[in-house]
């Protein structure tokens, strides 16, 4: 019978040659998605473990497109280079949540009556101040 | 001659309905019989990753069987469970080649399988069926042909499965090449036999069910002299068919084997609901 266990001695065995490659595996679920990591495998080369991984993988849902990537090309950073991710926790200003008072303006300019005066204001002098520029009160 | 579009027009002329179901079997009884074979490999095969893409294969091939199997319920032959279950060897229409067993030795006891040959009966039936897909497409009886064009869907991934497996261990020198050879003969020895239309090839042609065999043939050997080319190996030649005919009811030990087997559970209650 052949066993497990000669199975495993031999898979480690070619790996000992450096027969396998470990390959990440990436799918697109539909045209408009991005593409997202899903498993790894074990395959000799390219060809054949875009091959492996379509019904490794793809077997109960479908998808639109397949990447594999060698693991070895992967440029991964050093533990002591995490380092470099630490950061202060004063940047509220980069998040979008910084905008949440938009909703409310607009609101506020929606309910306004369109008098003449203030539509006659819209076209005017067109070499008059910049309105954006103008009163601006971005944060 | 007009397309027939239901099962109960088709049984109106006798002749064609015999014609049909006759190549209805070998469509069914084909893929059902390789399907089988390839699930002995479930375990066995080189790697895990290709454990389970064979795997899947496996199990989309024995579902192009049950939708032929399933035409011919509705054309009265009963049901695809007692079709693909219950009827002798002599009754079965696949190609010898494809009833062959894996290697030596049997699932459960050594089971010495050979890779190689494993990967040339695949590939090169994998061609074959493509090809006969397509003519099936135009097939006289519109329900072949939708299913014709269902299947085919899947048969692009098991193309190119095996064609990298084969171009990888043929092009790859050493043992495998050694070995792929002689799997190459082995299954050229016999592949006369999955060509071959059978005892109503005629029939086939004259409702349309088909394209005319000798068309078949010869659009198969200018794809697969391509295959042998870029292999770098001589093609061989026509094909032979050794072990007989499959198509007429001939077949080997092989085929006794695979039914004992696969029919086992379903002999314990057939009256067994699933």
């Given at each position: 019978m052949?066993?497990?266990s000669?199975?495993?001695?031999?898979?480690?065995c070619?790996?000992?040659?450096?027969?396998?490659?470990?390959?990440e595996v990436?799918?697109?679920?539909?045209?408009?998605?991005?593409?997202?990591h899903q498993?790894?495998?074990?395959?000799p080369?390219h060809e054949?473990?875009?091959?492996?991984?379509?019904e490794?993988f793809?077997?109960r849902?479908?998808?639109?497109?397949?990447?594999?990537?060698k693991?070895?090309?992967?440029?991964k950073l050093?533990?002591?280079?995490?380092?470099?991710l630490?950061?202060?926790?004063?940047?509220e200003y980069?998040?979008?949540?910084?905008?949440g008072?938009?909703k409310?303006?607009?609101?506020k300019?929606e309910?306004?009556?369109?008098?003449?005066k203030e539509i006659?204001?819209w076209?005017?002098?067109?070499?008059?101040?910049?309105?954006?520029?103008?009163?601006?009160?971005s944060? | 001659?007009d397309q027939?579009?239901?099962?109960?027009?088709?049984?109106?002329?006798?002749?064609?309905?015999?014609?049909?179901?006759?190549?209805?079997?070998?469509?069914?009884?084909?893929?059902?019989i390789?399907?089988?074979?390839?699930?002995e490999?479930?375990?066995?095969?080189?790697?895990?990753e290709?454990d389970?893409?064979?795997?899947?294969?496996?199990?989309?091939?024995?579902?192009h069987?049950?939708?032929y199997?399933?035409?011919?319920?509705?054309?009265?032959?009963g049901s695809?469970?007692?079709?693909?279950?219950?009827?002798?060897?002599?009754?079965?229409?696949?190609?010898?080649?494809?009833?062959?067993?894996?290697?030596?030795g049997?699932?459960?006891?050594n089971?010495?399988?050979?890779w190689?040959?494993?990967v040339?009966r695949h590939?090169?039936?994998?061609?074959y069926?493509k090809?006969?897909?397509e003519?099936?497409?135009?097939s006289?009886?519109?329900?072949?042909?939708?299913?014709?064009?269902?299947?085919?869907?899947?048969?692009?991934?098991?193309?190119?499965?095996?064609?990298?497996?084969f171009?990888q261990l043929?092009l790859?020198g050493g043992?495998?090449?050694?070995?792929m050879?002689?799997?190459?003969?082995k299954?050229?020895?016999?592949f006369?036999?999955?060509?071959?239309?059978?005892?109503?090839?005629?029939?086939?042609?004259?409702?349309?069910?088909?394209e005319?065999?000798?068309?078949?043939k010869?659009?198969w050997?200018?794809?697969?002299?391509?295959?042998?080319q870029k292999?770098?190996?001589?093609?061989?030649g026509?094909?032979?068919a050794?072990?007989?005919n499959?198509r007429?009811?001939?077949?080997?030990?092989?085929?006794?084997?695979?039914l004992?087997?696969?029919?086992?559970?379903?002999?314990?209650?057939?009256?067994?609901t699933?």
């Amino acid at each position: 019978m052949y066993t497990k266990s000669k199975y495993v001695e031999r898979m480690s065995c070619l790996q000992n040659e450096e027969f396998y490659h470990v390959f990440e595996v990436f799918s697109k679920r539909n045209h408009k998605s991005d593409f997202q990591h899903q498993f790894s495998l074990l395959a000799p080369n390219h060809e054949m473990a875009l091959v492996m991984a379509q019904e490794n993988f793809m077997r109960r849902e479908p998808v639109v497109d397949i990447w594999v990537v060698k693991r070895s090309d992967i440029t991964k950073l050093k533990p002591e280079d995490k380092k470099a991710l630490e950061r202060l926790d004063n940047k509220e200003y980069r998040l979008t949540k910084g905008y949440g008072y938009l909703k409310k303006k607009w609101r506020k300019y929606e309910q306004q009556v369109l008098d003449e005066k203030e539509i006659m204001s819209w076209g005017g002098d067109q070499r008059g101040p910049n309105r954006n520029a103008a009163g601006s009160d971005s944060k | 001659m007009d397309q027939i579009a239901t099962p109960q027009e088709a049984i109106q002329n006798k002749q064609y309905k015999m014609a049909l179901i006759e190549l209805l079997y070998q469509l069914a009884d084909d893929d059902f019989i390789l399907a089988f074979r390839g699930s002995e490999w479930l375990g066995l095969a080189p790697h895990i990753e290709e454990d389970i893409a064979y795997a899947s294969i496996n199990q989309a091939t024995m579902g192009h069987a049950v939708m032929y199997y399933e035409l011919l319920e509705s054309l009265g032959e009963g049901s695809a469970d007692e079709l693909a279950h219950e009827r002798k060897a002599s009754e079965r229409k696949n190609a010898i080649l494809l009833e062959l067993m894996n290697g030596t030795g049997s699932y459960l006891e050594n089971p010495s399988y050979d890779w190689a040959f494993t990967v040339v009966r695949h590939y090169f039936y994998d061609i074959y069926k493509k090809l006969k897909l397509e003519s099936l497409k135009q097939s006289s009886y519109l329900p072949l042909a939708q299913a014709a064009t269902k299947i085919k869907m899947e048969q692009y991934y098991h193309v190119m499965h095996w064609k990298v497996w084969f171009n990888q261990l043929v092009l790859s020198g050493g043992e495998a090449k050694t070995r792929m050879q002689a799997a190459i003969q082995k299954v050229w020895d016999e592949f006369a036999d999955v060509l071959s239309y059978g005892t109503y090839a005629a029939d086939f042609s004259k409702y349309q069910l088909i394209e005319e065999e000798n068309l078949f043939k010869q659009k198969w050997e200018v794809e697969m002299q391509q295959v042998f080319q870029k292999a770098g190996i001589d093609y061989p030649g026509p094909p032979s068919a050794r072990k007989g005919n499959g198509r007429t009811g001939m077949h080997t030990e092989d085929l006794n084997q695979a039914l004992s087997i696969l029919s086992e559970v379903y002999s314990l209650d057939p009256q067994a609901t699933w």
